[in-house]
């Protein structure tokens, strides 16, 4: 057995140590989502601080002025502009979605199902840019010569964004919707409902917190889109005053200035991605804890 | 009547969606092919792209994938390996789950802002292929964790007992029986994370740059199709090549994302 190395010890310490090894790198992958997720919102909020210390907090998030040229950075037209733009987006997009999931799930013949499965899917692939080019040429004729103004309008976004979260509202209430017990649904058409009471009455109350989930995800990416809305929205600076008015969106102003900004000026646009991020994280808590609400 | 009315409207949304992107894709593509032909498809851009071709951008396209897409696969990959075969459900992996969650949840533009502020300028890699396709690397993270975990998964148990009561390790067992078990469903992630990579947009400009020349090396800017197309488009440059561009982007889009959903109904079907 002198050379029977195959099973001595030391081989067998250094197989478990590279196992280790392979343990530990595994894990730091797994980490890394985690630690990106907090690079950015470090270098995020170190490059954007100064401006909020320059500007003062309130200053900046309730001035009506953006002058970089004389240094006045108050944001809240484009705060506004996208808390517009996003709550247009999901009056048209969210009712849209839901129905589109139901039918997914309820009442599509199978081929049909099959098609709108793959197309929920590819409309999520389609680049934005490709979105707002669409709206540039369909969206703001159609709103500037039916509806009025000048085309470029909180209307015209709220209309492509209202496309562009369809994906995420589908996909995420679908998944609600398809995770109920089957007995639910058998339930109530024993008692004689008809598809659509089904639909109503049971299916949609009882997913109604991922269906919630889903239209808060669907805010995120509404209020996170910036090359669609900049090619739609006009971006002026002003507070908008109803669908027909130009806006700026905090996403499109910091994309708008991004390319040329120095100093305090591009400060203050980091500071405008601190107040985004901040929105965005919000909204990421809120879904999570309305579905996790309902898996208690 | 009410009924009526609801069935109404539920078929009324499902058709609106496919309705929407069937147009989207026709008129980009009955405007665009009839002005891609071969020579735009390699020639070089004139006069900022009022005339020539596309072939710096695809160029460029393909370079930041090729950077953004092994990048995140290895520590996707990695990551959805550690979740799925080296730990159970507990505070690492809601902790993990989470974090990811909300990377995916992050819009493009502050990863733009971030990869400007970490990789053009912290770490001096300038406007250029690197610094754009490690953002895109981070950005497209989430998506392959989540397919590689969920395929992963979908492995079956015994597959494991197999490898193990013959005597192989666990890692020698991850890697010659579960990963390529898993291969298709794991392909799907990586397909997918490519197509977002070539559609990304504002991410990509403020990392990557919008340079016309041809990249000779990793550290040189780029413009990739998607951002060529956007300056094309809303500078007003020359809107025959607007539409070449974007359809050959949307045929690009469509066929890598056909694969990965052809992969993963292949995979589905197997477990």
Known sequence: MKKGRRYSAKRGWSLLSHERRVEQALLISALSSVFILGLIIIFIFLEGLPAFRAAGVTGFLTGLTWAPTKSVFGIL?????????????????????????????????????????????????????????????????????????????????????????????????????????????????????????????????????????????????????????????????????????????????????????????RQALFAMGIVLMTLILALNLMASAVSRGRSK | MKDRLGTLLVWASGMLVMGVLLAIISI???????????EFLTQAPQKMGREGGILPMIAGT???????????????????????????????TRIV??????????????????????????????WSV?????????????????????????????????????GAGKWHTIRKVVLPSAGQGILTGVMLALGRAVAETAAVIFTAGSS???????????????????????????????????AALIVLILVVNSVALMLMRRYRARF
């Not at chain 1, 409309?123 to 490709?130: D, E, H, R, T």
């Not at chain 2, 989540?146 to 395929?151: K, N, Q």
């Open chain 2, 28 to 38: 980009v593509l009955v405007r665009g092919l009839p002005f891609l032909s071969l």
């Open chain 1, 77 to 265: 037209p484009m705060i506004l502009g996208s808390l517009w733009v996003t709550g247009g987006a999901l009056l048209l997009g969210a009712p849209v979605g839901v129905l589109c999931a139901v039918f997914l799930a309820e009442f599509a013949p199978p081929r049909v199902a099959d098609a709108a499965r793959v197309s929920v899917q590819m409309l999520a692939a389609i680049p934005s840019v490709v979105f707002g080019f669409i709206g540039l040429i369909l969206v703001v004729p159609f709103v500037r010569e039916y509806i009025g103004g000048p085309g470029f309008s909180v209307l015209a976004s709220s209309i492509v964004l209202g496309i562009m979260i369809l994906p995420t509202v589908v996909s995420i209430s679908l998944d609600a919707i398809e995770s109920l017990p089957r007995s639910y649904k058998e339930g109530a058409m024993a008692l004689g409902a008809t598809r659509w009471q089904v639909v109503s009455m049971v299916i949609v109350p009882s997913a109604r917190s991922g269906i919630l989930a889903a239209t808060i995800l669907g805010m995120g990416r509404a209020l996170g889109e910036t090359m669609a809305v900049i090619m739609v929205a006009g971006n002026s600076l002003k507070v908008p005053t109803g669908l027909l008015s130009p806006v700026r969106t905090l996403t499109s102003g910091i994309a708008l200035e991004m390319g040329y900004a120095e100093g305090l000026h």
């Open chain 2, 97 to 126: 789950r989470s974090g990811t969650e909300i990377l995916a949840g992050v819009p493009s533009i502050i990863f733009g802002l971030f990869g400007f502020v970490l990789f053009v300028l912290t770490l001096g890699f300038g």
């Open chain 2, 212 to 246: 016309l020349r041809f990249p000779t090396s990793p550290f040189d800017p780029v413009r990739t199709m998607a951002v060529h197309f956007y300056i094309l488009a809303r500078e007003g440059i020359s809107m025959d090549r607007a539409y070449a561009t974007a």
């Open chain 2, 62 to 92: 393909f370079l930041l994938a090729l950077v953004a897409v092994p990048v995140a696969t290895v520590l996707g990959v990695g990551a959805a390996i550690y979740l799925s075969e080296y730990t159970v459900e507990g505070r690492l």
């Open chain 2, 130 to 166: 690197v610094s754009g396709g490690l953002t895109i690397a981070f950005m497209t993270l989430p998506t392959i964790i989540r397919t590689s975990e969920e395929s992963l998964r979908a492995v079956p148990r015994i597959y494991r007992d197999v490898s193990y009561a013959l």
